[in-house]
T-cell receptor
Framework: GAVVSQHPSWVICKSGTSVKIECRSL??????MFWYRQFPKQSLMLMAT?????????EQGVEKDKFLINHASLTLSTLTVTSAHPEDSSFYIC?????????????FGEGSRLTVL | GENVEQHPSTLSVQEGDSAVIKCTYS??????FPWYKQELGKRPQLIID?????GEKKDQRIAVTLNKTAKHFSLHITETQPEDSAVYFC????????????FGGGTRLMVKP
């Protein structure tokens, strides 16, 4: 199946700093990628849909100025958590579908665990 | 938007028994229903999926059933093994490349040896 890679896997930062997470589709081009957040023992909550060459679509309640999404190429989307605070500590996972694959399967990155001190 | 409910939130079974996890969805336009297995700290992995044009699909010990009229679908795992222990998520979407998945709340399955 298609491969989605995410980096970094773990990041620890001080409160007030910004953290960038990268999501890459390794063997297909993704015009759309999805960013999810998962708190411990909870489900995956969609934060935003990243659209190549245009603005991301944010879900209700997600601050677009805090969670900056850039999808500058067909294989890379980035999520920047700006001015991070301890409550932003979470597991962030990106995902994408291969548009040439009509099964509709969604492939996930490895996830990035953010801890804000 | 779509709302997916999943039950139970935790499920403990003896090795060799069957496990059933149920989900309901709200948007009648949804036509793609995958199930993901997530081990601790790892990415969700697709284990089986079903589309709205079929009522049941089976892959070895795993099966999924879909009732479009009632808007619910279920995961069935037979002859459970300790390595089946994980968190399972159901999801629903209108299945094409641009549409996002809405996930259920997850079920933590524990298979006791």
């Amino acid at each position: 199946g298609a491969v989605v890679s995410q980096h970094p896997s773990w990041v620890i930062c001080k409160s007030g700093t910004s953290v960038k997470i990268e999501c890459r589709s390794l063997d297909f081009q993704a015009t759309t990628m999805f960013w999810y957040r998962q708190f411990p023992k909870q489900s995956l909550m969609l934060m935003a849909t990243s659209n190549e060459g245009s603005k991301a679509t944010y879900e209700q309640g997600v601050e677009k100025d805090k969670f900056l999404i850039n999808h500058a190429s067909l294989t890379l989307s980035t999520l920047t958590v700006t001015s991070a605070h301890p409550e932003d500590s979470s597991f962030y996972i990106c995902s994408a579908r291969d548009p040439t694959d009509n099964t509709g399967e969604l492939f996930f990155g490895e996830g990035s665990r953010l801890t804000v001190l | 938007g779509e709302n997916v409910e999943q039950h139970p939130s935790t499920l403990s079974v003896q090795e060799g028994d069957s496990a059933v996890i149920k989900c309901t969805y709200s948007d009648s336009a949804s036509n793609y229903f995958p199930w993901y297995k997530q081990e601790l700290g790892k990415r969700p992995q697709l284990i089986i999926d079903i589309r709205s044009n079929v009522g049941e699909k089976k892959d070895q010990r795993i099966a999924v059933t879909l009732n479009k009229t009632a808007k619910h679908f279920s995961l069935h795992i037979t002859e459970t093994q300790p390595e089946d222990s994980a968190v399972y998520f159901c999801a629903a979407s209108i299945g094409n490349a641009g549409n996002m998945l809405t996930f259920g709340g997850g079920t933590r399955l524990m298979v006791k040896p």
